[in-house]
């Protein structure tokens, strides 16, 4: 059962272009926010599309697959766990933050200018 604790699996597209930082001992972190959707029908039987929002970080050799080939709008799967990280902003406010902790990383969309 231990493998089962703090993981998860989205499939979704990419909302932005990927927000890549290189540190200068080399290292890589990439950011992004991956869209999902799910569908439901309400009593009256009204379709309604919900789209959810997670943000997620990729270091290193998976931040360089995404650097690379992972565009806005485009297709992925990742695999990771949540992290939640405490921080301060410039006026001072502690802010928490939760985000996915990419492990592995699956290109499933093409890249937005092979689509044309």
Not at 68 to 86: C, D, F, M, P, S
Request: proline share 2%; aromatic share 6%.
């Amino acid at each position: 059962m231990n493998a089962l604790r703090n993981k998860v699996q989205l499939i979704g597209n990419l909302g932005q272009t990927p927000e890549i930082i290189s540190f200068e001992n080399g290292k890589k972190l990439a950011k992004i926010s991956i869209a999902t959707n799910e569908s439901y029908k309400t009593p009256e039987g009204e379709k309604v599309d919900q789209v959810t929002w997670h943000n997620a970080v990729a270091w290193n050799g998976q931040a360089e697959i995404i650097e690379k080939y992972v565009v806005k709008g485009q297709e992925i799967a990742i695999e990771g766990k949540l992290v939640t990280r405490t921080y301060e902003t410039k006026e001072g406010d502690k802010r928490v933050k939760t985000e996915v902790q990419i492990n592995d990383i699956l290109l499933l969309g093409r890249k937005e200018e092979e689509k044309k």
